[in-house]
């Protein structure tokens, strides 16, 4: 088709239905064809305008659809991890629901957070969680230690990633320290001696059983309860056991032991272990006999009487919990200026203040608990 035909077809289509931003763009050598005067230098500037307009319409949506840059949120990307050795555990629920409270208080940053645990308690299967969840985005941990040198190497290469970990319960021992919510281990040791002596009117003998070849926290109770026992003078250890925190071998060393020395006074236990082997029908002492223990869980209670318990030694489970998780979500949001650690002061709990505890123990695992008390 000429040139001029098809110019006399569009021309008053050009001229009369497209825009000015449209015939800025029609070439000098086709202008006079389509009947459009000279292209002014403000009509340049009009195509040069529709252009970077044009190009903006295609870039800004795709910005605009993107999530907002943490730092202009004040959050930062993923969450928070509080993670137990396991659901069959006895203090998870203390933990967990302390933890879930503490999310729950109102502040000035906050960020997600995933409360959880194995099934059963194992080691292999909370480090396996613990990856998982680092997989999943976690950059903050919080951790009940099932076993500190098994864990070691997990928490090591999270830290060398970035990944802020506060302990709880065990300390783990690494060349980066990590902040550490747990028990005042020397504090349970001399809060054993008293109790002890108190038992024993202030003279007398016994045996001390600890896990102190699978434990660092029995170690250093086990130490203090001994220099504690020393400045007595009045109280002697005649007897000392490893029992591997093995529940079994734990009573079987404490009954052979009192039928070779009927007229041992008390045992130091720096565990529970004895008494979390169950019910077999009789007391694990005689009469003459007491025991001390650390850690009064719910399935210890029915031993202050069955067992001849005079008292267990305590921690305030659910600050260590509290503080445990507030620095974790600190250290996170990076509003801790200097993480401090946590050591609990020892309770003793004896069977006159067994139904005190009982019901800050059912306050603790309630989702509505008062933390004032």
């Not at 054993?192 to 007398?204: C, N, P, S, T, V």
């Not at 009982?358 to 004032?372: C, E, G, L, N, Y």
Request: overall charge positive; aromatic content about 6%; proline content about 8%.
């Amino acid at each position: 088709m000429p040139s001029c035909l098809c110019a006399s077809a569009v021309g008053p289509w050009v001229r009369g239905s497209v825009g000015p931003c449209l015939r800025a763009f029609v070439p000098p050598c086709l202008r006079a064809s389509f009947g459009l005067p000279p292209r002014s230098p403000s009509a340049s500037l009009v195509a040069l305008s529709f252009v970077a307009w044009s190009l903006a319409a295609l870039m800004f949506p795709a910005i605009g659809c993107r999530q907002k840059p943490d730092s202009a949120t004040g959050q930062p990307a993923g969450f928070m991890g509080v993670v137990g050795v396991g659901q069959d555990d006895p203090l998870w629920p203390v933990l967990r629901q302390t933890a879930l409270r503490v999310y729950d208080e109102p502040g000035p940053t906050t960020m997600p957070m995933r409360a959880t645990a194995p099934g059963a308690r194992s080691v292999n299967a909370q480090r396996h969680l613990i990856e998982r969840l680092h997989k999943d985005g976690m950059v903050a941990l919080c951790v009940q230690v099932t076993d500190a040198e098994a864990l070691r190497g997990t928490l090591e290469k999270l830290s060398g990633q970035g990944v802020r970990i506060v302990t709880m319960m065990r300390r783990v021992k690494s060349s980066r320290p990590y902040v550490h919510s747990g028990p005042d281990e020397g504090a349970i040791g001399r809060a054993m001696a008293q109790a002890l002596r108190d038992a024993l009117d202030g003279r007398g003998t016994v045996a001390v059983l600890h896990a102190d070849s699978v434990s660092d926290e029995s170690v250093a109770r086990h130490r203090a309860l001994i220099e504690a026992l020393g400045s007595f003078g009045s109280v002697r250890i005649i007897l000392d056991y490893d029992c591997r925190a093995d529940p079994i071998l734990a009573r079987r060393l404490i009954r052979d032991t009192m039928r070779r020395y009927p007229r041992l006074g008390g045992w130091a236990v720096t565990g529970n272990w004895p008494l979390r082997a169950g019910d077999d029908g009789e007391p694990l002492v005689p009469a003459t006999c007491r025991i001390v223990a650390v850690d009064p869980f719910p399935a210890t209670w029915r031993c202050f009487e069955q067992d001849r318990v005079f008292a267990m030694i305590a921690s305030d489970y659910e600050r260590i919990a509290a503080h445990a998780v507030t620095t974790c979500r600190s250290l996170a949001m990076g509003t801790a200026s200097m993480p401090t650690s946590f050591a609990s002061p020892a309770r003793a709990v004896r069977a006159e203040t067994l139904e005190a505890f009982k019901q800050d123990w059912q306050r603790w695992t309630s989702r509505s608990a008062d933390r004032s008390k």
